[in-house]
């Protein structure tokens, strides 16, 4: 009998997405994209956390479709799902920020750009058909004016159309990230035999690598003027705000006349006082695990934010996202879209924008069929009564309120 070899099937999960990532990276570069501080809690408990919620259903709803579309700082989105930002992504794929923001697009959403894209916002905004959204690390240069750094980021992301601003606040310092430390990543890396190997076991990653120059924040590298990429990232550490406060967040409020959306609260102080300051909109994150570790997932932060906030400004959610169901229990808990981050970029690693693409319109499929088989017709009609806990859950129970 003659067997016919078949060619691998696409991936159907963003999971099938994880596995062709990994085959595609060399072992040092792999902890950078999923890989958490420390012994990483925060990083599990991101996931574990949406295992505490069962979905309840409604038979019989008579609803011949689902609606998913959302407004994001004022731009329509097909469903609650956009790009989180993430930083230096040129060195896990070539294409990085760019093929994100293009996958985006066509999948109906859109990108948060990072300050420390390997792209500069001028070269996403080129080669893009919609606005998309900048994040900005508040760095400062106490060599030239404390502020002007931040000053010229703000200055260029507006000049090229940036719709919103997300301005991150969790990271005064880089996290404990042991993962990467032992494979050598930092400035300069450390290179032994074996991961000398692992990466001529992967050529066109590192083709890539070397010929694209695509490794280094590119934006901070040219107004910061530093030298080469070991130089940049050396830099990007010099210029962390362990001092950043409210002051500082006031004064940035003040330099963009456009929404804004105060990044990395876990608090319902912190959620309420950014209002206060005047932020558009809260998006309650732990920086997926890569900062502090043992903080409260942000899913177990999110009802106590919307609580606090009574709905004054839109909340958003990122940290663990992986199915649509999992966008579903964010929504249903009060979130009014929620951010990807490693999720999309398993796709990007494995087929650049076109693999962006698949992996959001994944998510998008898995939502809206979960929609149906819940009896939801709108994404708008999600609240805590379509949640219960969940019996299985080895972790406290959650309390439920309104």
């Not at 040129?90 to 750009?113: F, P, Q, S």
């Amino acid at each position: 009998m003659r067997f016919r070899i078949a060619r691998p099937s696409e991936p159907i999960t963003v999971e099938d997405y994880r596995r062709r990532a990994r085959r595609k990276l060399p072992d040092m570069v792999w902890p950078f994209l999923d890989g958490g501080a420390e012994d990483e809690m925060t990083l599990r408990g991101n996931r574990s956390a949406f295992e505490k919620w069962a979905l309840r259903t409604k038979v019989l709803a008579g609803h011949p479709g689902a609606s998913t579309a959302v407004t994001v700082a004022g731009e329509q989105l097909a469903f609650p799902v956009f790009t989180s930002p993430t930083g230096t992504t040129g060195l896990l794929h070539w294409e990085g920020e760019r093929a994100a923001a293009i996958g985006a697009e066509r999948a109906g959403t859109r990108a948060v750009i990072s300050t420390a894209a390997s792209w500069t916002p001028e070269e996403i905004a080129d080669a893009t058909e919609h606005r998309h959204f900048f994040q900005l690390y508040p760095w400062a240069n106490p060599d030239h004016g404390g502020r002007a750094l931040t000053t010229a980021f703000l200055r260029r992301a507006r000049a090229a159309g940036y719709r919103a601003l997300w301005v991150t606040v969790d990271a005064p310092a880089v996290g404990n990230r042991d993962g990467e430390r032992r494979r050598g990543m930092g400035a300069p890396p450390t290179l032994s035999v074996r991961q000398m190997l692992s990466g001529a076991a992967h050529p066109r990653w590192s083709y890539h690598f070397l010929t694209k120059n695509r490794i280094t924040p590119r934006m901070l590298a040219q107004e910061a003027r530093a030298d080469g990429a070991v130089g940049a990232v050396r830099m990007q550490g010099s210029l962390m705000r362990p001092d950043l406060n409210w002051d500082d967040f006031r004064w940035i409020r003040d330099q963009w006349d456009l929404p804004l959306i105060i990044k990395g609260v876990l608090s319902a102080e912190d959620a309420v006082r950014s209002v206060e300051l005047g932020a558009d909109g809260v998006m309650v994150s732990n920086h997926g695990g890569r900062q502090l570790d043992g903080a409260q997932a942000s899913l177990d932060a999110l009802p106590a934010v919307v609580d606090a906030l009574h709905g004054r400004v839109p909340v958003y959610l990122d940290g663990g996202i992986r199915r649509g169901t999992d966008v579903i229990k964010a929504l249903a808990l009060g979130a009014d879209a929620v951010g990807v981050g490693r999720a999309y970029i398993y796709g990007l690693v494995a087929n650049g924008a076109e693999g962006v693409r698949h992996v959001l319109d994944i998510i998008r499929a898995e939502m809206v069929q979960a929609l149906l088989l819940m009896g939801v017709g709108d994404v708008a009609e999600l609240d805590r009564s379509w949640l219960t806990p969940a019996s299985t859950s080895s972790a406290a129970t959650p309390v439920l309120s309104s």
